[in-house]
């Protein structure tokens, strides 16, 4: 059975940088894409970032684009998220998924941005 156990979301100040861990089992990982997703309070879940499934290929969402990075390790089946420079705004609760999420999410990690 899928499973994804996202890790590394903490409270850090604007400006400051978090790196987000997902281990992924049951499935097999290097033949997927993958992707971040991410909801706040009272808002849909969104789209963060994707990447392939050999990592050649990235896309972020316009609000993270030049301060995150989406990467993989196959060999750990584990997909990872570089933040940088961050906001307020990117306070929510980050999930990793497939390209196509299945019904199966995570419980996520929450992401604080605040002084």
């Known amino acids: 059975q899928v499973q994804l156990v996202e890790s590394g979301g903490g409270l850090v100040e604007p400006g400051g940088s978090l790196r987000l861990s997902c281990a992924a089992s049951?499935?097999?990982?290097?033949?997927?894409?993958m992707t971040w997703y991410r909801q706040a309070p009272g808002k849909a879940r969104e789209l963060v970032a994707r990447?392939?499934?050999?990592?050649?290929?990235?896309n972020y969402a316009d609000g993270v684009k030049g301060r995150f990075t989406i990467s993989r390790d196959n060999a750990k089946n584990t997909l990872y998220l570089q933040m940088n420079s961050l906001k307020p705004e990117d306070t929510a609760v980050y999930y990793c998924?497939?390209?196509?999420?299945?019904?199966?999410w995570g419980q996520g990690t929450q992401v604080t941005v605040s002084s």
């Open positions: 990447i392939t499934s050999g990592g050649g290929t990235t």
């Open positions: 049951g499935f097999t990982f290097s033949t997927y894409g």
């Open positions: 998924n497939k390209y196509t999420p299945g019904d199966y």
